[in-house]
Every structure is written in C-alpha cells, then in structure tokens.
C-alpha cells in the first residue's frame, strides 16, 4: 500500500526532473551569467556551501510558521463556531471575516514592525491572519452540512444543541477542517517569509532580501528552494495527520484498507 | 387493563408557508397498547412521517393530546426509540459505537455503555461487525445496527419509520423476522410504518390504514394470524384475504 502511495507521485517526480534538466540546458546553452540566473546544479552547490547560515535561518522561519498555523487554526476554528453558533453570530462575524482578507496584508506589516519590534511576535501575528479564513471557512461549511434528519434523530433523543455539535457537527466537519487546514498550511510558510521581509532579525525573508541585495542570486534561489521543500514536508504532515485523526474518512475513498477485518459481508 | 402505551387523540398538523396553509394531519386517533406491534400504512406523501416526527417530540402538532404512558404534558423527546427512514450511522464511529449513541447522549459512562452495545451486538449476532466502521456494511447490516441503537437508547417504545424500505426483498424478509425476534425479547410496544401490505399484515397485531393527505384514518385491521409469525402465514386464506382488502383500500386512496 505504501509503495503504491509512493509511486503515485512517480509522474510528478519525472515533470519536475525534465523542467530541470530543460533549465539546466537553457543556462548551459545560452551561456546566461549566473548572477542572472544561476543553473540547478550551481543552487544546489550553494545550497550545500551556505548550510551553516540557511538552516539557522529555516529554523526561525520554522519555528515563526509552526506556531502562528497552530493559532491560525485554533482561531479558525474558534471562528467557524461563533459562525455557527446563530444566525445572529454569523451575521455579525461573517462580514468583518471577509473584510479582513480584502485588507492587504503587506501593508499592515510595518505597523506590526512598530507596535511589536523585530522579534517573533509580529510574524506569528502575520501567519495568523494569513492563514486562519481557509480553515475558518472550510470548518464552517463542515459544521453546516449535517443531515437535517441526523439532528432530527438526536434531538428525539433529547440531546442538547452542545452534545449536537460535540456528537455529530464537529466530527462531521473534520474532514472539511482538514482540507481548509491543507489550505492554510500552504501559504503559512510565505506569510511568514513576507512578514521577515518587511524586517526581521533572521528567517529565510530577511537572508533572501539581503542575498538578493548583495547580488547572490543562487542564494536567494537556495532559499526559495528550503521554502519550497519545507512547506511541502508541512503539508504532508497534514495530510498524515488527516489519515491518522480520521481513518474512517480514508477507510470509505480506499475501503481495500478496512475490508479484511470484515472478512465478509453478509446480508 | 393496562394503560396503552401511546395514545393519540385528535392530532392534527397545518404547516404555513406564507399565506398558504398546508393541512397535512385531519384529526388522527391513534393507540399502541403495551407489547403490540401496531403498523400504519398509507400512500406515499400522506403524512406518515409527519405523524411520527410528532410523536418522537421532534416536531408538535396543530392540535390535539398525545400521552406516552399516560404522560401528556412535558417534552415527549427522550421517551421512544425512533428510527428514521435512512440508517444514519455516523460514519466516524465504529458499528459498536454507533449502537452505544443514544448511551453518550443519556451521559451513562463510557464503560457501561461499551459493555451494554457489546452485550446487545453479541446477543443479536452482530458482534463479529463491531469494530467496522459502517462504510464497510451493506444495506442490510446498517439497518441492523441502527435498530441495535434505537432499542440500546430506548426498547420500550419503538416508532420504526419504514425501516426496510430500501432493501431488496430477501435481505427485508430476513430483517422483519430478526426485528420480531428483537420485539419480542425485549417485550417492546412498536408502531411501524410501511407502505408494503404484506409487510404489514407479516408484522402487525394491527394495521391503521391512513387516508391521502390530508391524512385521516381511513380503517383499523386487526391481524389475528398466530404468533410466533413465519414468513409462511402469509399463505393462510385469512391472510391472503386481508392483503386483498388492504390492498385495494390503498389503490382507491392513492387515486382519490
């Protein structure tokens, strides 16, 4: 079974090492200076050459995207709840929610700069509002789309509006939560590398606008690169936290999964 | 003589969209005494589930009285086992855990409730299914297990809204012969809907055939066939008789 997940991204894997390879030619050929383009060969190099310097400065990167999707989801998730809660709440949140995301955030960066200084604060804060809307919107659809007739059925059990949401509601939007989730944590490590742009003591922001400052373009390149892969090992610890916090979710796309312990259906 | 279990008298219901007033219950009299199976059976969008959402306390009606063991007044939510058309299992739970629902919402610790589904999945011939989760059952199993949820939450009182409806019809004759099984282990008073004749006279003591909408009934049927029922006495001359009759009843409602 994992094998077959893995050869899943086979194709994938062979789109990207044949743009590679054409960059590479491209830059062989046409004999570009590498201080306008570097090949993937030279970034790879120094990549490897620059280490010391760009893995502290992922970390704190890192350490700003870990924690500001923490609280980017238990604020959405928060937010989908007061959605949900009655028709009075939504009306009242919804609009200021999409209000928020029409401001750019860019700009209110500086701001974050004078009201909380250079350190981890306001890059928490940036990540945090970069990020929250997929989940909270995602989550509150979630919570919407229960069955009528489901809460029909607890309510003829007596059950009360929290042992609603907590019984059938929540579990039932989980799967949404997680795809607003993948969302969310998509952009969080961009949010964060914005927002050490605008000023910051170390992250891969602030080395990429300094690298690029001092002319070092397979720096900013290398860079952009950790970006890349970072954010994708993020994603797929989402994804592997999906599968674990909701097995039944997968068991119903891949039932080969579950089957076996059935050993047979009957009737 | 012991107080029926359900009793329902004048029960009307009108839903008002905007100006327009929809009668969907005429004054409905309706008894299910303890321990009887009591069937109604109807046209399709005569009211059926109408009447039993009113019931099971989900929805009120217009007017009239309806006492669960002699009770009028206070929420009836809570005081039978319903159980809607579609199974609707959570898919989240395992088998067990869907059965143990009725169980968290009364609050019974985790504990006891595990160890009462697990005791009623094992006398019920469930229990090799426990751990499954319900995407993994067919039709069938599901409607098993949702029966199990309804007679954990409550098996004195059981409003069973056409269960086997969607069923092929040998895993329906196997399913009404385990729920007459459960019925009478667990000496459950049930009222049923069904627009399948033979279904009804298979199962009932008696059947209340209900108008078009806007529902009223139209005649009670009492079924005098012997218990325990077989699958079989639907055979019998009296049965064959009583199907005909229904039957034809239901054709000149559907029409008028």
Known sequence: ?267 | MDEPKLLARGVTKTFHDGRRALEVLTPIDLTVNTGEFATVIGPSGCGKSTLFNIIAGVDQPTAGVIAIDGAEKGARAGMCGYMPQQPLLLPWRTAEENVMLGLDVRRVPRKQAQHDAHELLKRFGMVEFAGNYPATLSGGMKQRIALLRTVLFNSSFLLLDEPFGALDALSRLSLQMWLLDLWSAFHSSILFITHDVREAILLSDRVYVLSARPARVARVVQIDLPRPRLPEHLALSQAVQLEQELVSLLMKEQRS
């Not at chain 1, 860019?106 to 997929?134: N, Q």
């Not at chain 1, 001092?214 to 994804?239: K, N, Q, W, Y």
């Open chain 1, 1 to 267: 079974m994992k094998l077959r997940r893995i050869a899943g991204f086979g194709p994938a894997i062979v789109l990207v090492v044949v743009l590679l390879a054409l960059w590479q030619l491209y830059v062989y050929v046409s004999k570009v200076s590498p201080h306008l383009l570097p090949a993937p060969t030279a970034i790879v190099q120094a990549l490897l050459n620059n280490w010391d310097v760009i893995s502290v400065n992922t970390v704190q990167t890192l350490l700003e995207t870990v924690i500001g999707m923490a609280a980017a989801t238990l604020f959405g998730l928060l937010m989908a709840i007061l959605l949900d809660i009655s028709l009075w709440t939504r009306r009242a949140v919804y609009p200021l929610l999409v209000v928020s995301q029409t401001i750019p955030l860019i700009a209110l960066a500086p701001l974050f700069l004078i009201w909380m200084g250079f350190g981890l604060e306001p890059k928490v804060i940036f990540v945090i509002l970069y990020c929250f809307f997929p989940i909270a919107v995602a989550c509150a659809d979630g919570l919407a789309s229960a069955e009528p007739e489901m809460l029909n059925l607890l309510r003829s059990m007596r059950a009360s509006r929290w042992q609603i949401l907590w019984l059938v509601r929540l579990p039932g939007a989980m799967p949404a939560f997680f795809s607003g989730l993948r969302i969310g944590v998509t952009y969080s490590m961009t949010g964060a590398i914005v927002s050490e742009y605008i000023g910051a003591y170390q992250g891969l922001g602030i080395y990429m606008e300094t690298s690029a400052n001092s002319g070092a373009v397979d720096l900013v390149f290398a860079a952009i690169l950790v970006t890349a892969i970072v954010s994708l090992l993020l994603f797929g610890l989402v994804s592997w936290l999906e599968r674990i916090a909701l097995p039944w979710y997968h068991g119903t796309t891949n039932q080969a999964l579950i089957l076996p312990r059935a050993g047979r259906m009957i009737v």
